[in-house]
């Protein structure tokens, strides 16, 4: 067994595999943490289930990190809402407390080609940033780290 606990980021090149880990049924401590590379700029994004008295909604909140990293003194700023009527439906909404800019038109762009559309573009690239898109513990085996799931949260997705 390995010692090392670091989160190790990794690539996810498969539509579902994209969409499994960006609309997970998230733990209150779970979020997607991951990084859209296009061919001239690279944002980190967060997505984060809602939850109304206790239970997770079909909303997640998807903010850009704006300053810090992601394991240290991030600064996350709110971007939209991302709401799914049902699958394969889900919409990125703008919302009042929305930030427009460069984050706002490339979440949107990310979210039409992949979430909504079945358009992945070839020029951009999707990593996660080595947390369990549904508990947020650090992945850590290399089947973990392939998928974005840690071995728990694949099994309950699963059964
Ligand atoms: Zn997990």
Known sequence: MSTDDTPKRAALTSLPAIRAFVLADQTPTGAAIFTLEGVTRHFTFRVKQVRRDGEPIPCWNVKVLAGGAVDASPKWVYLGSLRSRRPGQTAFIETKGSQHGLAFESFAFFA?????????????????????????????????????????????RAG
């Open 112 to 156: 039409r080609c992949y979430l909504k559309k079945d358009k992945p573009h070839p020029a951009l690239r999707f990593y996660h940033e080595g947390r369990c898109c549904a508990c947020g513990r650090a992945l850590t085996t290399p089947e973990s780290v392939q998928r974005g799931f840690g071995p728990t949260c694949w099994e309950k």
